[in-house]
């Protein structure tokens, strides 16, 4: 790996996308008006932007600098209740990568789910229902480096949700994790249709991050005023 490649020039802030996987995140913050970088430990042929292979900590330690915000998304399966249950053991990213974000001096945002809601600071939950997308997929988003979330109203969940794995009837809402069926409706759902099974089941829908992308381009744009 070159760390030339994501040396793009553009007028849009750049941002790094760490633990990427096939780029929901980066979607969203794209839509919201960055240059994104992905970072990934595996190929991602998926991503829809350039994408870097390498190692999330060392890479965000040298090269967090060079960009103008961060987004990281550490291995969730640590602290998922599927893997638990499985007995499966999966390495604890979130404080490693807290602290490499913390070393550049940029703003960031870390997500992960439910079960890292202890190793997790104030963060902000964010629902489909906020976005109106028909599935509920909680995800947890805490920020650093200057730069804070106020979490939008949380609707009601009326409607029913289909069992992990299990047919989505019409009207209910999908969980899409696991070996779940219907990759198409998740797609649509999701908003993701570059997509396979792999990357659905693991990935932050474009809303969530497009909504927190909004809110970061705007404290980036105001904190370069106050320093001109």
């Given at each position: 790996?070159?760390?030339?490649?994501?040396?793009?020039?553009?007028?849009?802030?750049?941002?790094?996308?760490?633990?990427?996987?096939?780029?929901?995140?980066?979607?969203?913050?794209?839509?919201?008006?960055?240059?994104?970088?992905?970072?990934?430990?595996?190929?991602?042929?998926?991503?829809?932007?350039?994408?870097?292979?390498?190692?999330?900590?060392?890479?965000?330690?040298?090269?967090?600098a060079e960009f103008d915000a961060i987004h990281a998304s550490p291995p969730c399966?640590?602290?998922?209740?599927?893997?638990?249950?499985?007995?499966?053991?999966?390495?604890?990213?979130?404080?490693?990568?807290?602290?490499?974000?913390?070393?550049?001096?940029?703003?960031?945002?870390?997500?992960?789910?439910?079960?890292?809601?202890?190793?997790?600071?104030?963060?902000?939950?964010?629902?489909?229902?906020?976005?109106?997308?028909?599935?509920?997929?909680h995800r947890y988003f805490e920020t650093g480096g200057g730069f804070t979330l106020t979490a939008p109203s949380h609707p009601a969940h009326a409607?029913?949700?289909?069992?992990?794995?299990?047919?989505?009837?019409?009207?209910?809402?999908?969980?899409?994790?696991?070996?779940?069926?219907?990759?198409?409706?998740?797609?649509?759902?999701?908003?993701?249709?570059?997509?396979?099974?792999?990357?659905?089941?693991?990935?932050?829908?474009?809303?969530?991050?497009?909504?927190?992308?909004?809110?970061?381009?705007?404290?980036?744009?105001?904190?370069?005023?106050?320093?001109?």
């Amino acid at each position: 790996m070159t760390h030339h490649a994501f040396l793009r020039r553009s007028r849009r802030p750049r941002l790094l996308d760490a633990y990427g996987c096939q780029g929901g995140a980066g979607k969203g913050y794209d839509d919201a008006g960055f240059d994104v970088t992905g970072l990934d430990l595996h190929p991602q042929p998926r991503y829809p932007f350039t994408c870097i292979q390498g190692d999330a900590v060392a890479f965000i330690r040298e090269h967090g600098a060079e960009f103008d915000a961060i987004h990281a998304s550490p291995p969730c399966q640590h602290d998922s209740d599927c893997q638990r249950l499985q007995g499966r053991d999966h390495p604890d990213l979130i404080a490693p990568t807290r602290a490499a974000l913390e070393s550049t001096g940029r703003p960031w945002v870390m997500e992960n789910v439910k079960g890292a809601l202890p190793k997790l600071r104030e963060p902000v939950m964010l629902c489909g229902a906020m976005f109106g997308l028909q599935t509920y997929r909680h995800r947890y988003f805490e920020t650093g480096g200057g730069f804070t979330l106020t979490a939008p109203s949380h609707p009601a969940h009326a409607a029913p949700q289909a069992k992990m794995g299990r047919p989505v009837p019409a009207g209910w809402y999908g969980q899409f994790v696991g070996n779940f069926s219907g990759v198409d409706l998740a797609r649509r759902v999701m908003g993701v249709p570059w997509m396979n099974r792999d990357g659905i089941r693991e990935c932050i829908p474009p809303a969530y991050s497009a909504w927190i992308g909004a809110q970061l381009l705007t404290s980036i744009t105001l904190s370069l005023e106050v320093a001109a």
